[in-house]
């Protein structure tokens, strides 16, 4: 199994299959516009433009299932994006990630790589993770996915390699997409 048994709606409505991206190396983002970790937005952006040529795509997945963060519709997704962050990386519409009506691929995406923990030292993390342990202890456990900007990076085959919290700053995963750029 692997990213392209799925498929998912972008915003303007089409239906794509993950196939779309074979012999690609992606990252897969869970976003909001409300979040802590949005300002994350501007460096996958700089990741995306850095190697959009060199055969690597972001692909981004609103939801609102944390604390409610993505409440605007897929349009206003959308807008807010491309006029604040100058996203152009392929979006798709509000999904939910965890749970009994997650995306069967973020099912796929958590079971394939586990949590491993959250860097405790970055500056969000001093607030996310009392404020996970208050009010969505049931977030803590199990390998599903914690929060918004959990992200993962998948092989040119497919494959999902490794996993990143949100307390993993984009530019932090640069030497890892180099060398499945380079070697995958």
């Not at 990213?3 to 909001?32: C, H, P, R, W």
């Not at 959990?150 to 890892?176: A, Q, S, W, Y």
């Amino acid at each position: 199994m692997s990213i392209y048994n799925f498929s998912a709606t972008a915003m303007n409505g089409q239906d794509i299959s993950l196939e779309e991206f074979k012999g690609k190396v992606v990252l897969i983002v869970n976003t909001a516009g409300q979040c802590g970790f949005t300002f994350q937005y501007e460096d996958l952006q700089r990741l995306y433009d850095r190697y959009k040529e060199k055969d690597f795509v972001i692909l981004g997945f609103p939801c609102n299932q944390f604390a409610g963060q993505e409440p605007d519709d897929n349009e206003k997704v959308q807008f807010f994006c491309t006029l604040r962050y100058g996203v152009s990386f392929p979006m798709f519409q509000k999904i939910d990630v965890r749970d009994e009506n997650a995306h069967p691929l973020f099912h796929y995406l958590a079971s394939s790589q586990p949590f491993k923990g959250f860097d405790e030292s970055h500056p969000v993390a001093k607030v996310l993770i009392p404020l996970l342990h208050e009010k969505h202890p049931e977030y803590i456990y199990g390998d599903s996915i914690k929060w918004n900007f959990t992200k993962f990076l998948i092989d040119k085959k497919g494959n999902v390699v490794k996993r990143f919290e949100p307390t993993t700053d984009p530019m932090d995963m640069e030497k890892d997409i180099e060398l499945l750029l380079k070697y995958s």
